[in-house]
């Protein structure tokens, strides 16, 4: 999915005034690409990664994806779009305790009465397999580990086939062993699928392994130095 931001900004009211989090925001993707997005705590990563996701909305400036202006769709259009055409990882994986592994990755296709219910099943047990936990469908998240977890996460994200992988720390609650694995299943998984792909992350490490990185400063998207002091 092409990607091209201009000029976007985002503000929340405060009681002293407006705070500005993004500032005049520029960004092309095409199709394909993969880009980390780094930075400190409170720069903006996951406010940025929110309005390409069209989790919330910008004060000004514009977002297209693929050509297309998502926010002119209704508020229940647009829940559509972003089901069919953007898929998630967080930092925390939001895996239903009462549900097993294989009911977890199906959840995002519950809204979607189009689809060939066993096409969406076989795809599933598909991506399980290929993330490892093909001995894993009926476990609950209780009785994965923290990489299991997000490894199923991230195999929901895929489930419909996006166009659009965004992942906000994925590996900010793992260990460095476990954090590594999860970066080369994204990447993998990334060329695999043909998404195109944005990860925010903490870590330089694994910003690295990206064909490109950025870095937010004090709202602001800037080349990344590498982390030369």
Request: overall charge positive; glycine content about 8%; proline content about 5%.
């Amino acid at each position: 999915m092409a990607l091209v931001i201009q000029n976007l900004s985002k503000s929340f009211p405060t009681r002293s005034g407006d705070l500005v989090v993004l500032r005049g925001i520029d960004l092309e993707m095409q199709a394909g690409d993969a880009l980390a997005i780094l930075g400190p705590s409170g720069s903006g990563k996951s406010t940025l990664l929110h309005l390409i996701g069209t989790l919330d909305r910008p004060t000004s400036g514009a977002i297209t994806l693929d050509g297309q202006n998502p926010f002119a769709l209704a508020d229940k259009e647009l829940a559509r779009f972003r089901n069919r055409h953007v898929g998630f990882v967080f930092q925390d994986h939001y895996l239903l305790p009462q549900c097993s592994t294989l009911e977890n990755v199906l959840v995002p296709t519950l809204a979607d009465h189009s689809r060939n219910r066993a096409e969406l099943q076989k795809r599933a047990v598909g991506l399980l397999d290929r993330v490892g936990l093909s001995l894993r469908l009926d476990h609950r998240p209780a009785e994965l580990s923290g990489g299991e977890r997000q490894r199923v996460a991230l195999a929901r994200a895929l489930i419909l086939k996006p166009k659009l992988l965004l992942a906000d720390e994925p590996t900010g609650n793992l260990d460095r062993k476990t954090a590594q694995t999860i970066g080369e299943l994204l990447l993998e998984l990334h060329r695999q699928e043909k998404t195109t792909l944005i990860i925010v992350t903490h870590s330089a490490e694994l910003a690295r392994t990206l064909p490109k990185q950025m870095e937010m400063n004090d709202g602001t998207l800037i080349r990344w130095d590498g982390g030369r002091p």
